[in-house]
């Protein structure tokens, strides 16, 4: 990526940020409000970013979009496809239809009829029942009868061999023309049901994602930018544009992501936490590798339980327009003036005691009016200063790896409540740009191929095991775009299938690597 | 007779009891209690019974899913498996069941009775073999106290069924049904030699359902009110909290179909300064701090979320997980001579003798009883 002009936009609920990066620097950023226009949204922000750094549209190389547009979709229940569900399982798995733990209101928009047919494979491969083609083609009949558009396929263990699910989309296909079809062994990991929750939640957004897509290429098409442009994945890595419209679901939950790799990127930490202070809440994360830890359970989505994996990120009730209160005990929020802080603190010259107050107070904050602030009690002022710290550096040592102190990213308009020391913190890193670190994440992301098999070990080495799924990955990335030469192993998991003789393992390999340009 | 129908809540809240109850193992109850809250809107009933109630020459049927659970979430059940075991071995003895039974109520064994009795419309007994889960078939109570080893019956989602009429130890038992869970693809379901009623009130763990259910009620309750749910754990289990902290290290390894490896727990707050090691063979077997052995098998080592009162499984265990770690003192049954060879830290390969944590005492049956 070295010189590569990259833009990249993140679209949140309430502001839009872009940011113009000429290989690792950053040239310019922009924070506009979201509009319900998405698509023009994020043009108007390019526009601006553009402008701002006096960049020619032409000498643009890649535009990064991370959007929350989807998400909402689900959250909102609008714009969803009716989704047939078609699972290849013979005799197996049938206690546990399809949709069976999703909210009634939702499967009730979504749920196009589901097809249990015979297919599938056990542990080791060997099919479950051979694949049930007529039953394929009843099941198509009746989906085209009811005009379904939009058809799920899940296989029994499809990461151990993923033909049948291929085969049946080709017969799909043939059925039902123009269908977006959806293959659960590109969207989730092991686990029958969340996979498959993934895969029809993945169906019933095409439909919304191809209009986004489509979308967004007509807004760009008025920038005068030759450039491709990419969508960032809830892991944090790029897909194309034709990538996004078939696997939309992997594009919902990359905003906290995005914002985590922005600030690996900003402050060249790889091994971090970092503490994000807002108006109103504190969250902290940690990077690992340069990438967010992530939490152990699947993540939840509009009720749903899905495989994705979320980063881990605490959040409390701590922020820059946290109210002071001091009758009685001393408290520290948990409520916020919010946005209204330049007019509601002291320190504004309005009639609030917040935390920010506190902190100029303290001297160790330079906004406002510092003589606004002088009145207030030296004792309040050093108890409230140790109580903010304290708490920041408590949430700080449960998230963090090992009882050593470890480098700290510390960012967000709030990020003056905490001075220049830290428990727990043996350096504190306070990059610039970082109000825009989720569109700068976005910019500088990378991308990834991820693989998982189950594999016997009994007259295999691990060693071999892991070093095929590993090389199945790194084929994955380049496919998706990546520089062989910059691939990187992201992650390796390996579980056993315990209780059982002979060594069974579940092994997934992750991999990164910079963006061909 | 009283009996106790269930609803939905209450399988809700028994599947989150049986996970605590799991003690890291047994697999997650969570796809067998979506099984049997589609039965019950069926129409089914699941009734449980007191095992006090059950008459002396009641047959009762021992039911569990065997196999690796990174297999039954992916090829899950077919639905019918357990009422296929019922049936042979009716066919095979020539006698009704009356009653189904757990082996183990921790973890997704709690649910695979009632699914069964759902379909055939027979009682589930409140009581189970081992008032926590254990990684192997004659580490009951019933096979500590003379349960015969066969005839038993294994069967799977396609109909394929095996029975084995002779089997000349528990242990070998054991090794016959594994040997053909591999054959049926690494998931079916077992159950061994009807029992009789009268034994089974003698030398089941009582209530353990009603246990599972209680605990469940508490951390749910809890975090309704925004209260502690590790604390509300500790008080309605009669049970200590050993420690709360985070995971700091978590090394695993398999062998022999065991996964082995230990877990490391620094206290966090109050416990700031002490480490926790936790011995894992599928399940949590010992606990020791700096001072010693704080807890050990059969004795119960449940670890929960810190915040929610989530029993986390010991393959999910990671490193930075906040937790807090609790012993439950085990029944009785669990705690004479004859059960701790079966099932005592002797058994599992430590060269010390068991010493208790806590007092046991017997779980009383749910309000869904009636008074």
Not at chain 2, 31 to 47: F, H, N, Q
């Amino acid at each position: 990526m070295t010189g590569m002009v990259r833009v990249g936009v993140d679209v949140g609920g309430t502001n839009t940020d872009a940011a113009l990066l000429r290989g690792s620097e950053v040239l310019a950023t922009v924070k506009v409000a979201t509009s319900a226009d998405v698509a023009g949204g994020i043009a108007a922000a390019i526009r601006a970013v553009l402008a701002a750094a006096r960049m020619a549209p032409r000498r643009v190389d890649g535009v990064m979009i991370g959007t929350t547009h989807l998400l909402n979709a689900v959250v909102e229940r609008r714009d969803l496809s009716r989704v047939g569900s078609l699972r290849l399982c013979g005799r197996a798995t049938r206690a546990l239809p399809p949709m069976i733990d999703w909210p009634d209101d939702l499967r009730r928009r979504i749920d196009g009829g589901s097809s249990l047919v015979g297919g599938g494979l056990n542990y080791d491969g060997s099919p479950i029942a051979s694949l049930d083609r007529t039953g394929i083609r009843a099941a198509c009949r009746d989906w085209r009868a009811r005009g379904i558009e939009a058809v799920a396929i899940c296989s029994v263990f499809a990461m151990v061999d993923a033909r049948m699910e291929i085969e049946a989309a080709a017969i799909v296909a043939e059925e039902l023309p123009g269908a977006a079809i959806s293959l659960s062994h590109r969207i989730g990991r092991n686990g029958l049901l969340r996979r498959e929750n993934a895969t029809i939640l993945n169906a019933s957004l095409m439909h919304i994602g191809r209009q986004m897509v489509g979308a967004f290429r007509a807004a760009f098409d008025g920038l005068g930018l030759g450039c491709p442009f990419y969508l960032t994945q809830n892991d944090g890595t790029l897909m194309s544009t034709d990538f996004a419209a078939r696997f939309p679901v992997l594009t919902i939950a990359s905003g906290p992501t995005n914002s985590m790799r922005g600030a690996a990127f900003l402050s060249g930490l790889s091994d971090a936490a970092v503490i994000d202070i807002g108006g109103t809440t504190t969250d902290i994360g940690m990077l690992v590798a340069g990438f967010p830890r992530s939490r152990g359970e699947g993540a939840v989505i509009g009720g749903v339980t899905t495989n994705f994996r979320l980063p881990d990120v605490h959040s409390f009730g701590l922020g820059g327009g946290s109210v002071v209160r001091t009758d009685g005990a001393l408290r520290i929020g948990p409520d916020s003036v919010g946005y209204r802080i330049r007019d509601e603190a002291l320190c504004f010259g309005g009639q609030t005691l917040t935390a920010t107050d506190i902190a100029v107070a303290a001297g160790i904050a330079a906004v406002g009016d510092p003589a606004l602030v002088r009145q207030l009690d030296d004792a309040l002022v050093g108890a409230a200063t140790s109580r903010m710290r304290v708490a920041v550096a408590a949430v700080l040592d449960r998230m963090k790896p090992s009882a050593d102190p470890i480098p700290v990213v510390l960012v967000g308009g709030g990020s003056v409540l905490v001075g220049e020391r830290l428990a727990g913190a043996s350096q504190i890193v306070r990059p610039e740009h970082f109000g825009s670190a989720n569109a700068i994440g976005a910019a500088v992301a990378q991308v990834s191929g991820e693989c998982e098999r189950v594999v016997s070990l009994e007259g295999g080495t691990r060693g071999a095991a892991i070093e095929a799924s590993v090389a199945e990955a790194k084929r994955r990335a380049v496919d998706a775009g990546a520089v062989e030469a910059s691939i990187t192993l992201a992650e390796i998991e390996e579980t056993p299938l315990s209780y059982l003789p002979g060594n069974v393992v579940r092994i997934a390999a992750k991999v990164v690597g910079d963006l061909a340009a | 007779m009283k009996f106790w129908t269930l609803d939905e809540p209450d399988i809700d809240r028994i599947a989150l009891g049986a996970g605590i109850l799991g003690t890291g193992g047994g697999g997650n109850p969570y796809l067998g209690s979506l099984v049997a809250k589609a039965l019950l809107r069926e129409g089914r009933r699941i009734c449980l019974v007191r095992p006090s109630d059950l008459a002396a020459d009641a047959q009762v049927l021992a039911l569990s899913g065997i196999g690796a659970p990174t297999v039954g979430v992916e090829r899950m059940a077919e639905g019918d498996e357990g009422l296929r075991v019922v049936r042979a071995m009716e066919d095979y003895t020539g006698r009704r069941i009356d009653a189904l039974i757990a082996d183990e109520v921790g973890g997704s064994n709690a649910m695979t009775p009632m699914i069964a009795a759902a379909k055939l419309d027979i009682p589930v007994v409140d009581a189970d073999g081992m008032g926590r889960a254990f990684p192997e078939v004659q580490m009951t109570t019933f096979f500590v106290h003379g349960h015969v080893s066969h005839p038993a019956v294994l069967a799977d989602f396609e109909g394929n069924v095996m029975v084995v009429t002779a089997a000349t130890s528990p242990q070998m038992l054991e090794r016959l049904l594994r040997a053909g869970t591999v054959a049926m693809g690494c998931t079916a379901y077992f159950g061994t030699a009807p029992m009789s009623g009268a034994f089974v009130a003698r030398y089941a763990v009582p209530h353990s359902l009603s246990q599972a259910w209680s605990l469940g009620q508490t951390v749910l309750a809890a975090r309704a009110g925004k209260a502690d749910p590790v604390a509300a754990i500790v008080a309605a289990s009669g049970g200590a909290l050993l420690l709360r902290g985070k995971v700091s290290d978590v090394q695993r390894s398999v062998t022999g179909g065991f996964v082995r490896g230990r877990l490391t727990v620094d206290g966090l707050d109050e416990d700031a300064g002490r480490t926790l090691r936790i011995d894992i063979q599928n399940e949590n077997l010992v606990a020791r701090d700096a001072g010693g052995v704080l807890v050990m098998v059969p004795d119960l080592i449940c670890i929960v979320d810190a915040e929610t009162g989530r029993p986390i499984g010991t393959e999910e265990q990671r490193y930075g997980l906040r937790v807090a770690v609790v012993a439950l003192p085990a029944h009785a049954l669990l705690r004479s001579e004859a059960a701790l060879g079966s099932v005592g830290p002797r058994a599992f390969g430590y060269d010390f003798d068991y010493a208790p944590v806590g007092f046991s005492s017997e779980a009383l049956p749910a309000p869904g009883y009636g008074a």
